[in-house]
């Protein structure tokens, strides 16, 4: 079990978390934050993908199988006060557990070379409410990765890890490529690059009915207020629409994202 309590933030592993926050820091030690007991059970689930715990005492009492786990993967388990752990939580209520996980990500031909039938991928999306809660949809729609263009929001910002809840421990998720790389290496690996956005002459009706979304594909999601670039639109192979049918101006990101990839996912399942 945890030894003595830390009491101080200026504590020196203390510190070494709390500067996680930042994302050039996480950057550098390639370590980031994640909260709660259902992040920590998901580390738990990637050998190696939990550097260390910070607990406090009413949590252990709480989780004594998450400690244990922890303490067996060999990662140290530090109790700290209540104080010090609302120092370190970035929530308003703390749970009580807090991970230092090892980043998750993995390249981009990583991905390719398994030959997915379904991809997500994050261009211009800076939310990171909205990209996590997308990374949770791909989750569960059975997407095969998620991508973060250069331009999107940092996976690792503590509100989209806990958006994602525990999606990001799932699915490999590639960071950082710019999009005029990516498309050509999604294309020749065999996936139809589909844009999601309202300015789409197709409607998602539409290629469910000519039989687009049965075939391998990539979609496209764009930033929660302007949609998708025309630089982005003039390299894709098809931008759809979600059709409106109701009075509705339009969808939310997540929203939108769900529709399309159950789509897909329904269609290539025939």
């Not at 067996?72 to 929530?91: D, F, I, K, Y």
């Not at 939310?127 to 929001?153: I, M």
Request: aromatic share 4%; charged share 25%.
């Amino acid at each position: 079990m945890a030894g003595r309590e830390l009491t101080s933030i200026r504590s020196p592993r203390v510190k070494a978390a709390r500067r996680l926050a930042k994302r050039a820091f996480r950057r550098r030690e390639r370590r980031f934050l994640a909260e709660g007991p259902q992040a920590v059970r998901e580390a738990l689930e990637i050998h190696g993908g939990l550097a260390e715990l910070f607990t406090t005492a009413e949590a252990e009492g709480r989780h004594p199988e998450l400690i244990a786990a922890a303490e067996r993967a060999g990662a140290p388990v530090l109790r700290v006060s209540g104080e010090v752990m609302a120092e370190l939580a970035q929530t308003v209520t703390p749970q009580g557990l807090l991970a230092v996980c090892e980043f998750v990500d993995v390249p981009l031909g990583t991905v390719l070379e398994s030959s997915p039938r379904l991809v997500t991928v994050l261009a211009h999306v800076r939310d990171p409410g909205n990209a996590g809660t997308v990374l949770r949809t791909a989750d569960a729609a059975g997407s095969e990765s998620v991508v973060f263009t250069d331009a999107s929001v940092d996976p690792y910002n503590g509100k989209c890890v806990r958006a994602s809840a525990g999606s990001l421990f799932h699915l490999p998720v590639v960071v950082g490529p710019r999009f005029d790389d990516l498309i050509p290496g999604l294309k020749e690996a065999g996936l139809t690059v589909l844009a999601a956005d309202g300015a789409g002459e197709r409607t998602l009706d539409d290629a469910i009915d000519d039989g687009t979304l049965a075939k391998p594909a990539a979609w496209v999601f764009g930033n929660e207020a302007w949609g998708l670039p025309d630089e982005i639109l003039r390299h894709v192979d098809d931008v759809i629409r979600v059709p409106i049918h109701g009075r509705a101006e339009s969808l939310n990101l997540a929203t939108a994202a769900a529709v399309c990839l159950y789509a897909s996912a329904r269609a290539q399942r025939g």
